[in-house]
């Protein structure tokens, strides 16, 4: 599944004091699945699922005489085995059958049933955060809501699938499949492997025949139908297609259409060409996460689809797209064997991400990505987790910040320790051993081991039956008379072993050095020729650490000028703004808006400060001149919203001209820094916008609206409130929202509440792994309080509208 928004992990992630000691073992297998054939049809006046199953089965090792299937909240109506009735029973979500004789070992029995499924009716033990419970969701069934089209999909991780078919629901299972789905002629279907054929009933329905020839876990079987356009695209001869709304068709190939690159890439990367038959990609109404690897079928949520002007700022779906594709190789072709050992599907998958940016885009983006997702991690405060964890409270659990953002880190160390070519081929090793099956992180160092020769226990054990990371203070002692340097390492926490990278600057040039950290304190001594001016610790930056050390502003300047990595200038950059009323690190600002890589000259941009003495005009005149030919529109944009800060109304000509461009962020800040000096003009600009075009510039829109004090457009703001709220770092911004939060809570304005309400709905949901759900809970409480006390002639309808919500969380 796709990694998590970053905000949202940091605002509401509820990390476990100590893990639970309940040991979640690998699912026993009894029997194995061999091939599963379904035929289904949808009551879309109950939200059910009509089907006929029939599940191949072998005994895994020793003779059976019975099978049990998950299947939950379902309604049986007959089963058969091998054609012929059969005893069963049915409790507590398990259908155990009674077989016709004892199976031994290869021999194949087929069991019939037919049932029907009531997803709405589900309830799943564990956890209260469970996001896909339902494992089949109807989308405006009845065709109620006008802003919704009518669609089906399903979710199968973690287990799932058994809410709309009998199997055994277990990632260590492997199956291949047949479904007939019969839908009504308008609607679109898709499905895992191939479409055979498709029949066109009498009633007005059609019958789809998908058909998947290669083993793939239960999870990972997928069913979508809907209103969609196919817009066609291919790699080697295989489809690759996308399905959008028709109102996304001319930019799907803008969104997805790297696709048969990272095809071409990931293939040539892990020396497996890409394995399946197909690759489709789906957008769906309401998911319940941001996407997941259903093999050759990936859904994605809404945020996917995207308008050229968002496009042209920066594809924020490509990471989805990348991480979602990688799976094919770690997690459908080779399936973590428990929930427990969840870091060989997701930490390669969040890894892919890097991979991509580095040959796409060059390695400053994918280092900017990982520094991102190590910040995700350190700051969701989970470290007394294991990567991999046999105690857990729930598997749902899993799916967090260590399985994919720390995960991740530690393959990127792994890979330096190995070197490219062993690590490489490492995978490939993995992945060749394993296809079509699975396998746990112990697979994974036996294949690490057996291509590089090393012995990898103690990285393993450290890392991945572990936990926490480094956190060392880093001292210099100078010895000036044998010009040499001794570099204390003390770790606190946790002792780990690793490499690390030290890089010496002097006026001659650079010295690199690689040592080993193996104690709590470790000291290494070297040799200079004149007293260095620089020392940088950890110089490749592939460590998951905290490093502490004290470093001058000079040594910082000198840093950003000479050391070569992203962290190099961004970790300095951040540094030399604090100390801008120094010229050199002001012109070091400066000269940071020539940087190669756009991320940091934005945020040269957002730290500058243009009230300084030192060579104002000359920064106002390259702020402008990036404002206009910058060649990324997000530089264009934040060089905007700095120029309007200013509040020169000399600046209006590069406003207007700004609202022109096609960018969503350069109009949107044009817009912003307009209203600083014209208000008349930008609200006049405002007025003339489409409600399309506002949605898209809404974060500027609803802050204009909320500094005007405009309550006209509460509806308005309500709708995009909970973003700036919620999904947003920027204290300024939380602040006036929440201002705007206030009004909307103590207003009468049924369609603000409404508004509101399902927005809270919406990510109470999508988010529920993360404790939004409750706390948009506690929120709408709030709100039905404020309620209560009004005198509002409304507020019987406000205090139903928001208790409606209430209940569309907690069901």
Known sequence: MKKILIAVILLFSIALSAQDRMYQAEREKINDLVHTKLKVDFNFEKSQLNGEAWVTLTPHFYKVNKVVLDAKSFNIYEVKVNNAKAGYNYSENELTIELDKAYKKGEEYTVYIKYTAKPEEVTQQGSENITDAKGLYFIDPKEEDPDKPTQIWTQG???SSSCWFPTIDSPNQKTTQEIYMTVPDKFVTLSNGTLKSQTKNPNGTRTDY???D??????????GVGEFSIVKDSWNGIEVNYYVEPEFALEAKAIFGNTPEMITFYSTLTGIPYPWDKYSQIVVRDYVSGAMENTTAVVHAENAHQKKGQLIDNNEWESTIAHELFHHWFGDLVTSESWSNLTVNESFATYSVYLWFAHKYGKDKADANMYSDVQTYMQSKSED???????YLDREDMFDTVSYHKGNAILHMLRDILGDDAFFQGMNTYLTEHKYGTAEAQDLRLAFEKVSGKDLNWFFNQWYYGNGHIKMNVTYDYNTINKTVTVNVNQKGNIFKFPLSIDIYEESGKTSHNVWVENAQNSFTFSFNKLPKLINIDAKHVLLAEIAEKKTLEEYIYQFNNAPHYLDRRLSLEEISKNQSNKEAFNTLIKALNDPYYEIRVLALENIDLFQKYNKKEAIDKIVNLAQFDPKTLVQAAAIGIIGKLIDPIYKPLFEKGMTSESYSVTGNSLTSLYLIDKQAAIAKVNSLSEDTKDYLADAITTIYIREKDKTKLPFIAKH????LFLTEDKRTQ??????????S???????ITNLTNDFVKLGLQYKKYNFDKMSVNMLNQLVYTQQQSK???KNELILILKTGISKLIE
């Open 721 to 724: 409130l909970l973003k700036g």
């Open 214 to 223: 290669q083993k793939h876990a239960p999870y990972l079987v997928f069913m």
């Open 210 to 212: 998908w058909k998947m």
């Open 735 to 744: 602040q006036t929202y929440g201002e705007a939060f206030k009004w909307i």
């Open 792 to 794: 509002s002639s409304n």
């Open 746 to 752: 103590e207003s009468d304005n049924i369609e603000a």
């Open 157 to 159: 991780e973690t287990e």
């Open 385 to 391: 987790k294991d990567l991999v964890r046999f105690y």
